[in-house]
T-cell receptor
Framework: DAGVIQSPRHEVTEMGQEVTLRCKPI?????LFWYRQTMMRGLELLIY????????DSGMPEDRFSAKMPNASFSTLKIQPSEPRDSAVYFC?????????????????FGPGTRLTVL | KQEVTQIPAALSVPEGENLVLNCSFT??????LQWFRQDPGKGLTSLLL?????REQTSGRLNASLDKSSGRSTLYIAASQPGDSATYLC????????????FGSGTRLQVQP
């Protein structure tokens, strides 16, 4: 398996523009997570999905952020309009969520991240 | 609200030393704890996962322990190498409710050749 795939790897845009980040989770995983990492705040959860359904979006900073998961193999995180304070590295992670597992289950696997710079 | 603290924030050691990284968490109701490695400008690589019912996990030169009742975990690295230089993050997953990980701020490790 290629692991979690994110695109683009780098994005530079101007304030006010729409930004769409993409994620392909590991095949067979049923939970997907979007995180944001900044120097000031470290790694923070934005939203997560279980079986394509958003379970907790309390970490989404404001209405400018939205996330979708139309199927088990694809998710997007959209920022519209973007602002300079949105500059960060955005990570997508996936896991196989089950309580019946031993080690290896529920382990979260991270993608390489998208480095977003909003000018 | 769960809070995860990692001490020290930075550590520099000569090659070959054994070292211990510490992680503490305020809410002991966790499902598991995961240690990650992050290289500069890169994503996170999972190192070890410890379920709440386990006391430790080992992988090669790495050993992670968990004392759930006291809210502590340690990552032991034996015979450190320059290639071990990275930031090490611990994260806990709650036992109920939100499934997402809460991360510590990390320990930045530098192993001097």
């Amino acid at each position: 398996d290629a692991g979690v795939i994110q695109s683009p790897r780098h994005e530079v845009t101007e304030m006010g523009q729409e930004v769409t980040l993409r994620c392909k989770p590991i095949s067979g995983h049923n939970s997907l997570f979007w995180y944001r990492q900044t120097m000031m705040r470290g790694l923070e959860l934005l939203i997560y999905f279980n079986n394509n359904v958003p379970i907790d979006d309390s970490g989404m900073p404001e209405d400018r952020f939205s996330a979708k998961m139309p199927n088990a193999s694809f998710s997007t995180l959209k920022i519209q309009p973007s602002e300079p304070r949105d500059s960060a590295v955005y990570f997508c992670a996936s896991s196989l969520a089950t309580r019946m597992g031993t080690s290896g289950y529920n382990e979260q696997f991270f993608g390489p991240g998208t480095r977003l710079t909003v000018l | 609200k769960q809070e995860v603290t990692q001490i020290p924030a930075a550590l520099s050691v000569p090659e070959g030393e054994n070292l211990v990284l510490n992680c503490s968490f305020t809410d002991s109701a966790i499902y598991n704890l995961q240690w990650f490695r992050q290289d500069p400008g890169k994503g996170l690589t999972s190192l070890l996962l410890i379920q709440s019912s386990q006391r430790e996990q080992t992988s090669g030169r790495l050993n992670a322990s968990l004392d759930k009742s006291s809210g502590r975990s340690t990552l032991y690295i034996a015979a450190s190498q320059p290639g071990d230089s990275a930031t090490y993050l611990c994260a806990v997953r709650p036992d109920t409710g939100r499934r997402a990980l809460t991360f510590g701020s990390g320990t930045r490790l530098q192993v001097q050749p």
